[in-house]
């Protein structure tokens, strides 16, 4: 007689528009799903429930994709119904404090906990989208989603080292780019933007390591002079009528560095 085997499952809560993607792709891996979210979403192939709890009820990974701010309250009410055989992941955007406190429920509950951090946007990746996971439930979590499909790499430490990893980089990232949007709203406003963008195309093109030493330590040499550049260009954004966020941001951290001596990184 042939023997069945249950599909795995897997809990969803929080079916926005990254939640929404991770669960057609675990449907289409042949996963049960079992989804919730406080809004009337419909995925197809995902059983909807009614509550988190109900959700998370027989799931072998319990996945939390809120938005940080309803992420103990969704753990909380999602890990009644949460088996201690079962892991809890959290792929929400926060610091490491907040992935620390989710840690400190799962353990008291006696479940596994993974702190999550999506790499890139989920949009067109889905499952695959890379992943990093530091935790308890860390190597479990990925040792199940890899043999989907999916793409996570385990940090050897504990909860919150993957959620801090993935906002130290923000911090460039989101950065850069809102200094490129800043610096091509100036150039329009100025009649240069095409100059501009074959410019910021030409030096990233370029970057390697070298030029990241080159940033950091002529930042810190140089502080002074850059200081009263970056005021300049903010009155020049004032004049042009763009509002100078960025640039006056830079001024006020050069000048701050500026004024502790230093010609190098602490």
């Known amino acids: 007689m042939a023997s069945t085997t249950e599909p795995l499952r897997v809990a969803v809560l929080g079916l926005g528009e990254a939640g929404s993607e991770i669960a057609t792709?675990?449907?289409?891996?042949?996963v049960d799903v079992r989804g919730y979210d406080p809004l009337d979403i419909r995925v197809p192939g995902v059983t909807r429930c009614d509550r988190e709890s109900h959700g998370a009820r027989g799931a072998a990974v319990v996945l939390s994709v809120n938005s940080a701010s309803a992420a103990v309250d969704a753990?909380?009410?999602g890990l009644a119904g949460t088996a201690t055989t079962a892991v809890w992941a959290d792929l929400n955007t926060s610091g490491g404090r907040l992935q620390?406190?989710?840690?400190?429920?799962?353990?008291a509950a006696g479940v596994l906990f993974a702190d999550v951090a999506m790499m890139a946007p989920v949009p067109g990746?889905?499952?695959r989208v890379p992943m990093l996971a530091s935790g308890s439930g860390a190597t479990a979590f990925a040792?199940?989603?890899?043999?989907l499909g999916g793409d996570v790499a385990v940090l050897d430490g504990p909860p919150?080292?993957?959620?801090d990893r993935k906002l130290v980089r923000s911090v460039f990232f989101k950065g850069m780019a809102a200094a490129v949007v800043e610096a091509l709203q100036a150039a329009r406003a100025a009649g240069c933007e095409d100059w501009l963008r074959h410019n910021i195309t030409d030096e990233l093109s370029k970057a390697d390591?070298?030029?990241?030493?080159r940033l950091e330590q002529g930042t810190y040499q140089h502080a002074v002079r850059r200081a009263a550049e970056m005021n300049a260009a903010t009155d020049m954004l004032t004049d042009l009528?763009?509002?100078?966020r960025i640039s006056a941001a830079t001024a006020e951290l050069l000048t701050a560095l500026a004024g502790t001596g230093r010609r190098e990184p602490p």
Request: proline letters at 3%.
């Open 75 to 77: 753990c909380r009410a």
């Open 25 to 30: 792709d675990l449907v289409a891996a042949g």
């Open 241 to 244: 009528g763009v509002p100078a």
């Open 209 to 213: 390591a070298a030029t990241l030493d």
């Open 125 to 127: 990746k889905g499952l």
């Open 143 to 147: 040792d199940t989603f890899r043999a």
């Open 100 to 107: 620390r406190e989710l840690a400190a429920l799962c353990d």
């Open 160 to 163: 919150g080292a993957a959620s």
